[in-house]
């Protein structure tokens, strides 16, 4: 008995010959136990009921077994089914339910036996051998499930229901059943099949790999065939979910005991039985508890995968109950690791659904809700806005001009005023006047009532806002009047807290009615009505010096600041260089710093630094006015100390104008465009004849960006040996502006730029001899560029001018061209005909700067000219080298869509070329999106048909897929993808690739101008659809 199991006509049989064939067990009944009774028995139990199956399956179809249905016109519900997955199995195409539905009229349900005449009972036997292995193995789904594909567990258990059940089994499948009338093993049955039909919909919930196949078998199944099957399986399933779990639950509710067939149970055919004979009185009894747990715990984990988390929560806590009282049970197979994992994440995921329904309401809805309600509670939600800063202004300040006129609640309208002047305050507003108004005529609850708010928004205050609340509270105790009580309050409430002992004790003095003289800086304070944020006019000079320094960093009046330092250096007896230090955002010029540092210390010292910081410091958040007063200011007082410290002041006034051109090519007041351009040609003759007094590099760098900038390139090409890094390539790039478009012009100041710009970007590996003897290469950047790197990156950043930008954008990717070497990830842009095409030595370059500096380049450009189409097609193009290919497509469609007016017309070809095309098909590949691919395909000048075919033959898409046929109109694209969709059962997308095939704009013998016509139609439709997916 060890020859091989004979083959059937279905295809080969297992991929590893078993060692006893299938017929032995059905000669010898008890073969089959003492088989199963081995260690490790070959075939194993999963195996054999696969060939079991199959066998039949293939007899069946060798047979051509055909019943004519007893009523006439039925069709029978065929769901086609096949293996899958096992090592040992063999396919097969047809599904055995569905020959024997044949026999089986879809009539009123009725008690039906199964009849001998229709079925061979070599097949027959064969069914009942696959299901005593089952009962081997007591039935259990999770071994079932995972050595059994969905197709041999639906024909399997649709057999143990047809032995069980007095009804059809389909009826047992789709209908409601009685439980409470059921026999004990036909209940066993019923709750087993919808049992697997909940845990195969949540198996199959998750993603699967793709069975991928490059060639089919002859007399094998196609996999994607298997896989169409098992999705009409499990479609089939979803749709009578809600049965399955209702029988599931009645099954519960039942409480009866079930009878579990065991091996024992069930007698296979013999020559003198047309009949097999199931002995249920030998089954295994269930008890309740025991199923039950096992049942709530299936259910458990389908409403987890349906995200019904409070009902999986009910149905996991009723398993952990149950699952406590089992002692070595038989049937149920829960995990016990895996129940608590489910129940804790229950439980988490039910309190964060209960967060989130229980979220608060928005202010906004309170207050509309209150309003509505005469204003009840209004007050309350204002004061917990004054923290949280939900409500406009423009809001709060419309419910206090409603208020004003309702004379019964003037009270509630003093209430919302403080609330709104407090909101005020915290802003940096000043409402201290309407305070002082309000304090004149209020009573103890008024008082009350404006120390309660101040108290609450303390308490939630950021740093800015307490103080400006601390400076509103001083002014409000100044202004108070003795009657008010205002003082006494606040020192009595949280609001202490906020303020040192000897603060306390001068607000007592204010009490007391000891008003002091006021500060030396006073006179020049605003009154009552100055902003929250300015310092208290009337405060003793021996103020605390912590506010004092906060006013000093917050102040930009050069007069307010003069006072402030003079506080601090003369009453507070502070060093100059203690000032120099209390802000590291004054980051002044290296130049003036250095002598600054060298004067004598002094209050004039500290002033012009902090002038000059400030200043700074201004220019880089771009209030280019106030920065231009405070160095206008800082020359005045330099003017009579230090003339190269005044003159290097001057300098910072003219970045200062540069700085906002720049920006938005305006100018400061009483100042043009030529006056600018005399300033900074005469910085830059400074630098020319090498006077004594040199500006620094940054302003030598915005001079010669703002030459290129305003296009004063004749200027430029006259300033040779300037020994100005800045100032020379500046130079050079206007020699080769000058000559631009004329490519045999430009060749020779071409080459001077580019070696130029190539000895930035160069290396020099200096060897050092180690300890052991060896050399060792260190690399350090060249000495002998013209600029150190940073510093060019920096001076390409100040470039605005197009064309400019233009010729270093080339250049830069020319460059990277070069050094990445590869054709396929090479960078467009204009002008790439003047450069070099080599390099002598490449590995003396620094790559990682090069490309560092293309990519701020480009983003640099497209900041100041987002529209510009090849810089657009650059900026891609260098996203697709770095293999970020969904930024690439955005910038590929943005190319597109700026050169063709949103593609109403045709994109130049400039901008997109096959060379394009074919890349944003590679990035549509790598993004999965292979219907995008094939569409693609027809846009080259010559259409890929290969790279179109096997896109389409992709599984895994994610696209718009058959919406996107519309757009096709190459007819043997069309025709394949019927008959790709033909081949694989799918019968809408076929009918989509139909409808577009037949549409009568693509007839071949329409004339050339109509296909023309259709072509750019569905050309314009595709592109703008996929510009809205990536841009």
Known sequence: MTESAPRGPMGPGPATTPSIAWYEFVLNEKLL???????????????????????????????????????????????????????????????????????????????????????KKKIKALRILALKVAAFLKWNLTTLNKGLPVS?????????????????????????????????????????????????????????????????????????????????????????????VDNLQRCIQCGRAIRMPKFTSITILSDQQDQSVFDWE?????????????????????????????????????????????????????????????????KTLKESSAKLSAKPESLYRRAESARRNVFRGLVDILIEDNVKQELSNAYRANIEDELASKESLTFTFIQVSICNVIRGVMEGKAFVSIIADILEDADIATIKFLVKVLSIALNGASFVQKTNLITFLWHVAEAAPSHSHFIPMVLQSDIRQ????????????????????????????????????????????????????????????????????????????????????????????????????????SQEQ??????????????????????????????????????????????????????????????????????????????????????????????????????????????????????????????????????LPSIKNARKPARDLWETIVTIYSTNAQHKRTSSGRDSAMYRDSQLGILPRDYFKHFLQKIREPQALSVFISLMSKFYNILKDDITVEIYSDHLAVWPSALPNTSGIHVGAVEEHVSILMQHALQKHPSNSSWLRTQADLLYANNQYSAAMKFYMESGIVSSDFFANAVPKSIYDDNVYRKMMKCCSYLQCHTQVAV???????????????????????????????????????????????????????QSAMRALTQLDLNSNNPEDIIQRAVQIRKRKFLRAIAKQYV
């Open 606 to 739: 500290a002033y012009v630094y902090i002038l000059i910081g400030k200043a700074c410091h201004c220019m880089e958040v771009k209030i280019f006015e106030r920065a231009r007063n405070l160095l206008t200011v800082a020359d005045n007082v330099v003017a009579q100390l230090s003339y190269t410290v005044s003159k290097h002041v001057r300098w910072q006034i003219m970045m200062v104008d540069l700085q906002q051109f720049f920006l938005n090519e305006t100018f400061g007041e009483n100042s043009t465009l030529q006056d600018l351009v005399k300033k900074v040609k005469t910085c830059i003759t400074a630098v020319r004849l090498a006077q004594d007094i040199q500006p620094s590099p940054d302003v030598i760098e915005h001079c010669a960006a703002f030459l290129l900038n305003t296009r004063d390139w004749t200027y430029l090409m006259n300033m040779e040996n300037t020994n100005s890094g800045h100032i020379e390539a500046a130079r050079l790039a206007a020699c080769l502006l000058n000559e």
């Open 498 to 601: 906020h303020f040192t002992g000897y603060e306390c004790d001068q607000m007592r003095k204010l009490e007391d009615g000891n008003k002091f003289d006021p500060m030396s800086f006073g006179n020049t304070l605003d009154d009552l009505t100055t902003v929250a944020s300015s310092y208290p006019s009337t405060r003793d000079s021996s103020v605390s010096l912590v506010n004092v320094e906060h006013q000093l960093m917050f102040m930009y009046d050069a007069d307010v600041i003069r006072h402030l330092v003079n506080e601090m250096v003369v009453n507070q007896q502070k060093p100059p260089s203690y000032l120099m230090q209390l802000n590291e955002k004054w980051k002044v010029p290296f130049e003036i710093l250095d002598l600054i540092r060298k004067m004598s210390p």
């Open 152 to 244: 041999m567990l639906n024909t399997l258990f649709t057999e143990l229901l047809k032995y069980t059940m007095d009804i059809s089994p389909d009826a047992a499948k789709f209908t409601d059943l009685h439980f409470d009338v059921l026999s004990e093993q036909a209940l066993f049955a019923a709750q087993l099949y919808h049992r697997w039909c909940v845990l195969t919909l949540v198996k199959h919930s998750f993603p699967s790999k793709p069975i991928k196949t490059f060639m089919q078998v002859q007399g094998q199944i196609d996999p994607m065939t298997t896989m169409m099957q098992t999705e009409a399986i499990v479609s089939n399933l979803r749709d009578k979910a809600d049965v399955s």
């Open 936 to 990: 693609l395909c027809q846009f080259l000048d010559e259409v890929d048909y290969a790279t179109a075919f096997k896109a389409l033959q992709e599984k895994n898409t994610y696209d718009a897929m058959d919406s996107y046929y519309v757009c096709i109109w190459d007819i043997s694209i069309l025709e394949y993808l019927v008959h790709l969709h033909s081949k694989r059962g799918e019968m809408d997308k076929r």
């Open 33 to 119: 136990e003492d088989h199963l009774s081995k260690e490790n028995p070959d075939p194993s139990p999963i195996q054999l009921i696969s060939m079991f199956l199959q066998e039949a399956e293939n007899q069946l179809a060798a047979n051509n077994i055909e019943q004519p249905p007893q009523v006439p016109n039925v069709q029978p519900s065929y769901i086609p089914t096949s293996p899958v997955g096992t090592a040992s199995s063999q396919p097969m195409d047809i599904d055995l339910r569905a020959m024997e539905d044949l026999a089986e009229p879809k009539v009123e349900p009725k008690p039906v036996s199964p009849q001998p005449n229709t079925e």
């Open 282 to 346: 030998s089954c295994m009894e269930i008890i309740p508890e025991e199923y039950i747990c096992q049942l709530s715990y299936d259910l458990g984990t389908y409403f987890f995968y349906k995200e019904s988390y409070h009902q999986a929560l009910e149905m996991f806590r009723e398993t952990k109950d149950l699952f406590k009282l089992l002692e070595n049970p038989t049937y149920c197979h829960v995990q016990e690791q895996r129940l608590n994992g489910y129940y804790v994440a229950c």
